[in-house]
């Protein structure tokens, strides 16, 4: 496993029964039923990968259209819980 990804895992915080800030949102376009959609679903992802591409969407290193705009609202604290609540 990469650095990287075990310093993530290890940084993921527990999964909270309530949705996190901005959580709840996410399935707008990232609907959890939707599988084959253009947006894809989140469920049952990793979350060290969901967080990864925050990062990626926030620092500006992942082209998108709306993402990079999203991800600079929630910090890493916040996008780490957002993942590891997204994807359950």
């Known amino acids: 496993m990469?650095?990287?990804?075990?310093l993530l895992l290890g940084a993921m915080p527990a999964v909270a029964e309530?949705?996190?800030?901005?959580?709840?949102?996410?399935?707008?376009?990232h609907s959890p039923t939707r599988e084959g959609a253009t947006i894809p679903s989140l469920r049952g992802r990793d979350p060290a990968e969901v967080a990864a591409a925050m990062r990626a969407f926030r620092d500006g290193t992942r082209p998108a259209t709306v993402m990079d705009r999203l991800a600079r609202?929630?910090?890493?604290?916040?996008?780490l819980?957002?993942?590891?609540?997204?994807?359950?």
């Open 18 to 29: 309530e949705a996190p800030p901005g959580a709840s949102s996410c399935f707008g376009c």
């Open 73 to 79: 609202g929630f910090t890493e604290a916040e996008s």
């Open 2 to 6: 990469a650095p990287v990804v075990a």
């Open 81 to 88: 819980a957002i993942s590891a609540w997204v994807v359950r």
